[in-house]
């Protein structure tokens, strides 16, 4: 920047003290990027971008501009674990789970929902407890019905959610499990948005045998380690969403075939097989912002709103505080990786 020498001593002072510290500041920002990793980056982040929304990247790498709140309580749902400030979304996904929570409570007996993670404000890679949920388009819905109450803010982080297995077993025990946990499932698989649905393999065996209705959406059901205690909705990437990475469609078919059989064998909970050789593996090298597509630079610098209630919630209703930042437990549902020795 060029300061005209015709300006009196105070302003053209004034104006290079300006231009030192806007420098100053750029290469401050640049030398944090390059010293954090990505998910510190994201994870201090406590308000979205200000930015139009678009989810940018694939759902384990990449980042969320414009992201909008769940509100913490609404008619048929209530946000869980405040504190980690996880109830943020692209639009598309946050107006799908108020979808599903009214129409599981009109038409399937589900009296409410319980929510757990969408997204950071910003997305990106988690300081802790998942790999995906980056872009804005997954969310984890407990297994546990809402109470006829409001929950407090203390017993949203304390109460655990339910399993639906027996005892140290991979199949469904009938004492947890009703028909309104099926109807709640395949709702949420009907929607023409929704690209797949994670669910323990017990679960899915549990639909293929006993669900009578409609099965054209029991393909998007997909088994996975963990999520006995919630399900995992992953939604498409919205239209003409640049930037935006799918994944690729589940097979056709209802996916109570060989597929789901696999899971019943000793093949996929078998514990790792340690490496040949005896050389300690190098430690994995974590993701960078650099690593992420080019666009989640923009979202990183961009400006934040003034604080949460300028920030655009997902319904009309009044947003709720946000619970202070803790360091607690995590408890109640979270992905649950292949065994490792």
Same mark, same amino acid.
């Given at each position: ?26 290469? /401050? ?12 980056? /994201? ?13 940018? !990247? /694939?759902?384990?790498? !990449?980042?969320?501009? !414009?992201?909008?709140? *769940? ?17 943020? !979304? ?22 409410? *929902?319980?929510?757990? #993670? ?5 997305g990106g890679p988690m300081l802790s407890g998942h790999a995906s949920h980056q872009v804005g388009l997954d969310a984890d819905i407990w297994l546990t019905p809402m109470p006829n109450r409001t929950l407090s803010a203390a017993e949203r982080e ?6 639906? *297995?027996?005892?140290?077993? *991979? ?37 293929? #045998? ?53 899971? /019943? ?25 650099? #690593? ?50």
């Open positions: 920047m060029i300061i005209p020498r015709r300006l009196p001593d105070a302003l053209r002072r004034a104006a290079l003290a300006a231009v030192i510290a806007a420098t100053a500041g750029a290469a /401050f920002a640049s030398r944090a990027d390059a010293e954090q990793t990505a998910k510190q980056i /994201f994870g201090a982040a406590s308000l979205p971008a200000a930015l139009p929304a678009r989810p940018i !990247g /694939f759902y384990s790498k !990449g980042c969320l501009a !414009g992201g909008v709140a *769940l509100p913490a309580d609404g008619p048929t749902w209530q946000a869980m674990r405040l504190s980690r400030n996880r109830r943020w !979304g692209h639009p598309d996904m946050v107006a799908l789970v108020e979808r599903l929570s009214k129409d599981a409570a009109a038409m399937d007996g589900w009296p409410g *929902l319980l929510v757990g #993670d969408l997204a950071q404000p910003r304390s109460i655990s959610a339910i399993s639906m *297995l027996k005892q140290d077993s *991979l199949y469904v025990d009938d004492r947890k499990w009703t028909p309104a946990h099926a109807r709640l499932l395949m709702r949420a698989a009907s929607y023409p948005e929704v690209e797949r649905i994670f669910i323990h393999p017990g679960i899915k065996k549990k639909l293929c #045998d006993t669900w009578k209705g409609d099965r054209s959406a029991m393909g998007k059901l997909r088994p996975y380690y963990g999520h006995h205690y919630h399900f995992h909705i992953r939604i498409k990437c919205p239209p003409g969403a640049s930037g935006c990475k799918s994944q690729t469609p589940p097979p056709a078919g209802d996916g109570c075939d060989a597929s789901l059989a696999w899971w /019943f064998t000793d093949e996929p909970w078998a514990p790792a097989k340690p490496p040949k050789d005896d050389k300690p593996k190098p430690k994995p090298r974590e993701m960078q912002l650099s #690593d992420l597509p080019a666009a989640c630079t923009d979202v990183v610098r961009a400006p934040a709103l003034a604080s949460a209630a300028q920030a655009p919630f997902g319904s009309a209703m009044k947003p709720a505080p946000v619970a202070a930042a803790a360091t607690l437990p995590l408890q109640g549902p979270m992905p649950e990786p292949r065994p490792v020795r």
